[in-house]
């Protein structure tokens, strides 16, 4: 059984950072895509960046040049890093692995900016 866990979310100022985590527990496989969504109050959940197990990634266009995924395969864990962050950023943000037909989501953490 696969298991995700995150941290790394808070309260930050508009222009700030944060840096989120998902550490992933379990069996993982060489091929999957780990990645993060994110859901504000009254909106779908939408996709922020993904990474392929080849390090390939892909960004909503709303979060280019401004967030960069990246994963640490030996620690099964991957990171977003959040730049120039704006309150229209403001979420619960979730971890995502698929792994062939397969899909684990963790618990979500909060991001709020806000001034």
């Known amino acids: 059984q696969v298991q995700l866990v995150e941290s790394g979310g808070g309260l930050v100022q508009p222009g700030g950072s944060l840096r989120l985590s998902c550490a992933a527990s379990g069996s993982i496989f060489r091929l999957y895509v780990m990645g993060w969504y994110r859901q504000a109050p009254g909106k779908q959940r939408e996709l922020v960046a993904t990474?392929?197990?080849?390090?390939?990634?892909n960004y909503a266009d709303s979060v280019k040049g401004r967030f960069t995924i990246s994963r640490d395969g030996a620690k099964n864990t991957v990171y977003l890093q959040m730049n120039s962050l704006k309150p229209e950023d403001t979420a619960v943000y979730y971890c995502?692995?698929?792994?062939?037909?397969?899909?684990?989501w963790g618990q979500g953490t909060q991001v709020t900016v806000s001034s």
């Open positions: 990474i392929i197990s080849n390090g390939n990634t």
């Open positions: 995502n692995l698929r792994i062939v037909a397969s899909e684990y």
